[in-house]
């Protein structure tokens, strides 16, 4: 069995930091590109940085200079942090894995469940 587990959104001041992190559990062989997507209400869900397996990184443009996004393949962790923080970060952060090899086969797309950040202006 294989989940995206992720954690620590939550409510913080403009100009604060938070770092999200999204575990994945299970026996799982090699983990390809990760990535943070936000969905905002009202708005289509967006690519807010994304992180290869060889550590090519890629962010919005919303969010460069304030944002960064690693991983530890020991961990099967990917993590945001986010600082600077503006009140239109405010949304709810997903993040993805666009492929896992796993004990009983592939998986493509996971998503985790999604982690409120909001921020007070």
């Known amino acids: 069995q294989v989940q995206l587990v992720e954690s620590g959104g939550g409510l913080v001041q403009a100009g604060g930091s938070l770092r999200l992190s999204c575990a994945a559990s299970g026996r799982i062989y090699t983990i390809g590109d990760m990535a943070w997507f936000r969905q905002a209400p009202g708005n289509q869900r967006e690519l807010v940085a994304s992180i290869s397996s060889g550590g090519d990184t890629n962010y919005a443009d919303s969010v460069k200079g304030r944002f960064t996004i690693s991983r530890d393949n020991a961990k099967k962790t990917v993590y945001l942090q986010m600082n600077s923080l503006k009140p239109e970060d405010t949304a709810v952060y997903y993040c993805?894995?666009?492929?896992?090899?796993?004990?009983?086969?592939?998986?493509?797309?996971?998503w985790g469940q999604g982690t409120q950040v909001t921020v007070s202006s």
């Open positions: 993805n894995v666009d492929r896992m090899t796993t004990q009983t086969g592939p998986l493509f797309g996971s």
